[in-house]
């Protein structure tokens, strides 16, 4: 199994960036799949899901800004991130998991830094 994000950078307060998850070696579209972050001194947490069938959720720290979607014929999970924020830098994580699987499978990670 291989998650594969892209798309992390250093991008100003209020900016923008599209983040990409590539996954192989699972079955793509009856995973849910899901995006992390953690900054640094804290915990993992849940930023945006998407079930197999579409449907999203978002922690409220980034809903109205964060957008996750899927592309089901590219393997492929995104998050569209508007209106940045410096609270928002963390490193961001893709996770693909089957229905009543536990942790799920984890990318490497890709780093956001928003700053001025």
């Known amino acids: 199994v291989q998650l594969v994000e892209s798309g992390g950078g250093l991008v100003q307060p209020g900016g923008s960036l599209r983040l990409s998850c590539a996954a192989s070696g699972i079955i793509f579209n009856i995973c849910t799949m899901g995006w992390y972050r953690q900054a640094p001194g804290k915990q993992r947490e849940l930023v945006a899901v998407?079930?197999?069938?579409?449907?999203?959720s978002y922690d409220d720290a980034v809903k109205g800004r964060f957008t996750i979607s899927r592309d089901n014929a590219k393997n492929t999970v995104y998050l569209q991130m508007n209106s940045l924020k410096p609270e928002d830098t963390a490193v961001y994580y893709c996770?693909?998991?089957?229905?009543?699987?536990?942790?799920?499978?984890w990318g490497q990670g890709t780093q956001v830094t928003v700053s001025s």
């Open positions: 998407i079930t197999s069938g579409g449907s999203a």
């Open positions: 996770n693909a998991r089957y229905s009543g699987q536990g942790n799920g499978y």
